[in-house]
């Protein structure tokens, strides 16, 4: 693991660098929640890339091309098996390198941004 790696996105949330030395405590990853919905006026799953698109869209306006749906992006993410929104598991990475290490605070937010891509995609 590196150093001060653990709760990146929610530091960040926060206007930290990924690396800070920060504690983070249940305040700090309710506050990044809070950010995560009041601030960002989208949110993207890389699992959903279609509806991601789609849902820009719907949000910002214009046309979706072609050109942005995964088909046509030149990435591997259409050939790997999706996450299942809200559930556990499902992962098609190998997290055993970890020592059963789980980024509690990431995890949570995580979970928020899917929650709020669900609302937004409704």
């Known amino acids: 693991r590196f150093p001060g790696v653990a709760g990146c996105q929610t530091k960040m949330l926060l206007g930290h660098k990924c690396a800070a030395d920060i504690e983070l405590t249940r305040e700090h990853v309710e506050q990044a929640k809070r ?43 259409d050939k790997r098996p999706t996450h299942k929104i809200g559930g556990k598991g499902g992962r098609w990475y190998n997290e055993s390198a970890l020592g059963g290490f789980v980024d509690w605070a990431d995890e949570e937010i995580f979970a928020e941004a899917q929650l709020l891509f669900v609302e937004q995609t409704a």
């Open 35 to 77: 950010v995560l919905r009041e601030k960002l006026g989208h949110v993207a799953l890389t699992s959903c890339y279609d509806a991601s698109v789609c849902n820009f869209h719907k949000l910002y306006g214009g046309v979706a091309y072609e050109q942005e749906f995964s088909k046509s992006v030149h990435t591997d993410a």
